[in-house]
Each structure stands twice: as C-alpha cells, then as structure tokens.
C-alpha cells in the first residue's frame, strides 16, 4: 500500500518562504517513474507546480519558475518543494503525486494535502 504523507504547509506572509515535504511508503525507488507537487486553489482546477523523474529531469510551472525548486532524496523515498518569494496567488491546497510503474502501465497516488496561506 503506497502512502504519501506531506508537511510543512502554513500560513506565510508575502514574500515569505515555505518549504513542503512528501515522504511515500510501501513503495521501492527504482519503481517510480517521477513525483511531484499539484495545487488546488478554491474554485480551481488542481494543477501541476513541480515534478521530478526518476532518471532527474525536472518540470516546474510558468508561476513558480525562478520561485520554486523540487528535489528528491531517493533513500528516504522523500520529494521536496522549496518555495520562495510567496505570493498571495500561491494560496492553495497543495497536494503530493507519486507515478509509479506497474508492469506496462502506470499508477497514480495522491496525498492528503497540505494548505500554504500567503497573505498579503
């Protein structure tokens, strides 16, 4: 049973930084194929913020480019997202994503969620 658990969300003043983690268990690294990080904000369509690959390539978002930056340590099966120079339109849900590799298809796990506030 692959769990993902996240911390580190919060309430954040504009400019401020936060960092998210999002630890995943019941799963061996060399079956990912990537993680990353999505956000809801109310009324939004959950998107994609930041994603790495097993093999390292990395993707961020137009709106955390130069902001954002995902990193992973493969031993603790852990993904990270430091976020820097928040803003009020970062608010969100954020929520961990885990791809993992089943024979010729591919299975997609979520955490629960951890909520960034920017005020403003």
């Known amino acids: 049973q692959v769990q993902l658990v996240e911390s580190g969300g919060g309430l954040v003043q504009a400019g401020g930084s936060l960092r998210l983690s999002c630890a995943a268990s019941?799963?061996?690294?060399?079956?990912?194929?990537?993680m990353g990080w999505y956000r809801q904000a109310p009324g939004k369509q959950r998107e994609l913020v930041a994603s790495i690959t097993s093999g390292g390539s990395m993707y961020y978002a137009v709106s955390g480019k130069g902001r954002f930056a995902i990193a992973r340590d493969n031993a603790k099966n852990t993904v990270y997202l430091q976020m820097n120079g928040l803003k009020p339109e970062d608010t969100a849900v954020y929520f961990c994503n885990l791809k993992k590799r089943v024979l010729n298809s591919e299975v997609v796990y979520w955490g629960q969620g951890t909520r960034v506030t920017v005020s403003s």
């Open positions: 019941g799963v061996i690294f060399s079956s990912i194929n990537a």
